[in-house]
């Protein structure tokens, strides 16, 4: 269950929010309130909250700073949804530099709030999965961790090499063995005692990390980073980013 904690001064708009909304069925549950920027910061402190809904007008810290300040000094990691009665462009620029999730005018009705939360959990799942992903063994530093020294390695070392530089080519472990002028069943085997990977794991994984980070820059459509990431085919592509990741290259990319 995602956390969510509310902070608005106005009593009856707190408690209604927390209690009359089917927080359940959206996978959340309302671990804290709080009625004024302080005592908010005091929570997130305290409950480590994923989602935090917002008033920005309070008497003492607002809203806004009460985001500010968390942020700041590194209280928390959450996303915020901020409700107001102000629909001044300030107010909305100082949400959007904070990188605030949803931007509501009051009274927002329960089906806006729903729909901000789902977003929000879709970003907070998106997220989860790419850092499980990036936190797995960085194959860009394959060959200093497992590489020893020695004739045979230099050759592996030589194919890990090779694919950095040719990852977006038409490159395969025989193409390899010929340039390096030995047999690809020996190349294969000393690539896997070396590095405990096939060359085909090693060669599709850097190429799906490749192609995390050109969609990431958000300049290019999904069949382009296939092609420039050396899949030639564009339903391979996704099988293979998709059994990496667990998520489509056009999920992704949403």
């Given at each position: 269950?995602?956390?969510v904690i509310?902070?608005?001064?106005?009593?009856?708009?707190?408690?209604?929010i927390?209690?009359?909304?089917?927080?359940?069925s959206?996978g959340?549950t309302?671990?804290?309130?709080?009625?004024?920027?302080?005592?908010g910061?005091?929570?997130?402190?305290?409950?480590?909250?994923?989602?935090?809904?917002?008033?920005?007008?309070?008497?003492?810290?607002?809203?806004?700073?009460?985001?500010?300040?968390?942020?700041?000094?590194?209280?928390?990691?959450?996303?915020?949804?901020?409700?107001?009665?102000?629909?001044?462009?300030?107010?909305?620029?100082?949400?959007?530099?904070?990188?605030?999730?949803?931007?509501?005018?009051?009274?927002?009705?329960?089906?806006?709030?729903?729909?901000?939360?789902?977003?929000?959990?879709?970003?907070?799942?998106?997220?989860?999965?790419?850092?499980?992903?990036?936190?797995k063994?960085?194959?860009?530093?394959?060959?200093?961790?497992?590489?020893?020294?020695?004739?045979?390695?230099?050759?592996?070392?030589?194919?890990?090499?090779r694919?950095?530089?040719?990852f977006?080519?038409?490159?395969?472990?025989?193409?390899l063995?010929?340039?390096?002028?030995?047999s690809?069943?020996?190349?294969?085997?000393?690539?896997?005692?070396?590095?405990?990977?096939?060359?085909?794991?090693?060669?599709?994984?850097?190429?799906?990390?490749?192609?995390?980070?050109?969609?990431?820059?958000?300049?290019?459509?999904v069949?382009?980073?296939?092609?420039?990431?050396?899949?030639?085919?564009?339903?391979?592509?996704?099988?293979?980013?998709?059994?990496?990741?667990?998520?489509?290259?056009?999920?992704?990319?949403?």
């Amino acid at each position: 269950m995602y956390k969510v904690i509310i902070v608005e001064d106005e009593d009856i708009i707190r408690k209604g929010i927390a209690y009359t909304m089917d927080w359940t069925s959206m996978g959340c549950t309302i671990v804290g309130e709080a009625a004024s920027g302080e005592e908010g910061l005091s929570k997130i402190s305290e409950l480590n909250p994923d989602i935090v809904l917002v008033d920005i007008m309070m008497p003492g810290m607002d809203g806004i700073a009460m985001i500010r300040k968390a942020k700041e000094d590194g209280i928390g990691d959450f996303k915020s949804v901020i409700l107001t009665s102000y629909a001044e462009f300030d107010y909305a620029k100082k949400a959007i530099d904070l990188d605030v999730s949803a931007y509501l005018m009051k009274p927002a009705s329960e089906e806006e709030i729903q729909k901000s939360i789902k977003k929000i959990i879709e970003e907070i799942e998106k997220e989860n999965v790419l850092k499980q992903y990036k936190e797995k063994k960085d194959l860009s530093d394959i060959g200093r961790i497992y590489i020893k020294s020695g004739k045979d390695n230099d050759y592996v070392q030589q194919v890990i090499d090779r694919t950095k530089e040719r990852f977006a080519e038409k490159i395969s472990i025989e193409t390899l063995s010929d340039e390096l002028g030995v047999s690809a069943s020996y190349l294969s085997r000393k690539f896997k005692e070396a590095t405990g990977h096939t060359y085909l794991d090693f060669l599709n994984e850097y190429r799906v990390r490749e192609a995390v980070k050109l969609l990431e820059t958000g300049k290019y459509k999904v069949y382009e980073v296939s092609d420039m990431t050396g899949f030639t085919d564009y339903k391979h592509f996704n099988a293979v980013f998709k059994r990496y990741t667990e998520m489509s290259p056009s999920d992704f990319l949403n």
